[in-house]
């Protein structure tokens, strides 16, 4: 069985990978393409087998070119991990256009791009499953990050709708909602003292008392995508230490 992980060169996404490679063949697409590397090579040291291929999921012919020559080495994914992901933080007034594309770009075009690639290889092999990284967020009001908010909400809309149309083809289509979770986007644009600050933050607020780690991810991610979750589709499923109560 071969499965897809796009952003998979760090984070949930290595997490994944790694975790993944257990039981797949696993293609890391990731624009970090040594990083990617690196994660094969760990893969391949414990008796998995994976590639690594650069991809810029923003951009069609990237994303189709990248499942291309994943198929060729591997055979047609059965799985996908759309997992890539950038954020850009600031108030509502003042988002910048440009960063308000590059986020919708990565999260929701890049996920709609990559559904579109892999699904034909799905309703060729007469099954297939999905997992999209959405958020906590997908279902928060948070300051300061109505970019990546609205992103993620948009993820989990899209979801819904591929699970209503593919499901009954026998593709699942499912979202993770990760709450905090250490991982290198936590720290992006925040100094080293911030970081420390943050995560002591999140730790002191959970439930849990503690940030998750992407391996408590990796094992929601591994169900999903397993015959364990077949009865299981349109839904997004929170490993988040208790963040978000219903």
Known sequence: MHVIVTGGASGIGRASAVRLA????????DRDLDGARSVVDEIKSAGGEAQAIIVDVAHRT??????????????PPAALFANAGINRRNPVDLISEADWDVMMDVHVKGMFLCAQAVI?????????TIVNTASDFAIMGVA????????KTSVYSLTKA???????????????????????LLATGRTA????????????????????????????V????????????????HPNGGQLLW
């Not at 257990?22 to 697409?29: E, F, H, L, N, S």
């Not at 209503?164 to 290198?184: C, L, Q």
């Not at 591994?222 to 997004?236: N, P, R, T």
Request: aromatic share 6%; net charge neutral; proline share 7%.
């Open 120 to 128: 034909p290889h799905m309703l060729s092999l007469g099954h297939g």
């Open 62 to 75: 990237s994303v189709f070119e990248m499942v291309a020559q994943a198929t060729a080495t591997f055979g």
């Open 193 to 220: 003292e911030q970081h420390v600050a943050l995560r002591a933050k999140f730790a002191a607020a959970l439930p849990l008392g503690r940030m998750g780690t992407p391996e408590d991810v990796a094992v929601v």
């Open 22 to 29: 257990r039981r797949m063949k696993v293609t890391i697409a």
């Open 162 to 184: 591929m699970a209503v149309e593919f499901t009954p083809k026998n593709i699942r289509v499912n979202a993770i909602g990760p709450g905090p979770i250490d991982t290198p």
């Open 144 to 151: 300061g990050n109505a970019t990546y908010t609205a992103a």
């Open 222 to 237: 591994d169900f999903l995508l397993s015959d364990k979750a077949s009865y299981i589709s349109g839904q997004l499923l």
